[in-house]
């Protein structure tokens, strides 16, 4: 277990899609939700409008020739032997979750890399790496590996947490945070279809994040929108008690 003064949460916001209201409403429901002290550290390339508690620091260089399509696996740039310093436990967390209960225990439990199991392929070993521990500065060789193989891992993997988890699990320091702690908008807070036409999206039992991918952000879930052809799905009201600053 980290002391509180080692504990860092690390977010990362680039370009316009997110604004800055993003970054706030995570540091508060952190601050409401993580007991004891902490860093908050958003790397990004626009600080405007964020809040003063957040410290803010440049996103990494990839340093990779082909920069046009970094995407996610800038998350990668965690993993740097030297962030800024930074040292102790950090906890990854994206943007656009909610939080919704106590997220201390997520700095309690031991390991030495944790990450969200796929719920829809249990059987793989990709994680989803919307909410993930480490030790800062402990996995940098996963950081140079891509930098120097980046075209045939970026052939062989999807996405960077598919590359990610099986570099880890290689290792075997890839571990799964509690099925329950990390929920899914998308599978196990919106009803199954029909029945979503009729029913409010709820959290579930256990959960302390929801996790928004594929369909909507909490701006959509306030109101019902799903952005897509996905099932229909009704407002969730209860989204604002949680996403605000």
């Not at 002391?3 to 209201?21: A, Q, V």
């Not at 508060?28 to 803010?56: N, P």
């Not at 310093?85 to 919704?100: C, E, Q, R, S, Y």
Request: proline share 6%; aromatic share 14%; glycine share 6%.
């Amino acid at each position: 277990m980290s002391k509180s003064s080692d504990r860092h949460i690390l977010c990362m916001k680039w370009g316009t899609k997110y604004g800055p209201e993003y970054v706030n409403r995570l540091y508060a429901m952190v601050r409401r939700h993580l007991k004891g002290e902490f860093r908050f550290v958003c790397l990004t390339d626009r600080t405007e409008g964020i809040r003063s508690e957040v410290e803010c620091f440049p996103i990494p260089e990839m340093k990779i020739a082909e920069a046009k399509r970094d995407g996610a696996w800038k998350k990668l740039t965690t993993f740097e032997a030297d962030l800024y310093g930074l040292k102790g436990t950090a906890l990854f967390l994206d943007l656009d979750v909610v939080i919704v209960d106590d997220i201390t225990p997520f700095f309690e439990v031991p390991g030495k890399f944790l990450i969200i199991h796929d719920w829809k392929r249990p059987w793989r070993v990709t994680g989803n790496s919307s909410v993930y521990r480490f030790e800062l500065g402990a996995h940098a060789d996963v950081l140079n590996k891509f930098r120097r193989e980046h075209e045939a891992l970026r052939r062989e993997f999807r996405n960077e947490q598919a590359y990610l988890s099986d570099e880890l699990h290689k290792q075997g320091l890839l571990q799964y945070w509690d099925d329950r702690w990390c929920a899914s908008w998308k599978y196990h807070c919106v009803p199954i279809w029909p029945t979503s036409y009729l029913k409010d999206p709820v959290i579930p039992q256990g959960a302390r994040i929801l996790i928004f991918h594929g369909v909507a952000n909490p701006p959509d879930a306030l109101v019902g929108n799903s952005n897509s052809a996905w099932r229909k799905m009704r407002p969730a009201p209860w989204i604002a008690d949680h996403w605000k600053e």
